[in-house]
């Protein structure tokens, strides 16, 4: 059973970090990318990041650039989202999801992990 699991998420002030991870089990880890995306309420869902498989291609969308790290520890089956110089606007429920490639057609997805920016 394939299975996605996010944490790390919580209550962080503007400015703050946090880091977020995705264990990821029953498919070849090593074989897929993983995006991390989120939502707000009322708002569509925006991709955030994504770093390919074997040659560590890695995206992140405008709003985070500069601000958000991603990275893969295929030994874990684990990947991290670290992200800083959190704003109000960063929060939303942060999900993960694998994929052959960084593009669209994910297919699974993670349950999700609440990000609250406020002071």
């Known amino acids: 059973e394939v299975q996605l699991v996010e944490s790390g998420g919580g209550l962080v002030q503007p400015g703050g970090s946090l880091r977020l991870s995705c264990v990821a089990s029953g498919f070849t880890f090593d074989d897929h990318a993983i995006g991390w995306f989120r939502q707000a309420p009322g708002e569509e869902r925006e991709g955030v990041s994504c770093?390919?498989?074997?040659?560590?291609?890695?995206y992140y969308g405008d709003s985070v650039k500069g601000r958000f790290t991603i990275s893969r520890d295929n030994a874990k089956n684990t990947v991290y989202l670290q992200m800083s110089s959190l704003k109000p606007e960063d929060a939303a429920v942060y999900y993960c999801a694998s994929a052959g490639l960084c593009a669209p057609g994910y297919d699974d997805w993670g349950q999700g992990t609440q990000v609250t920016v406020s002071s």
């Open positions: 770093i390919s498989a074997n040659n560590g291609k890695i």
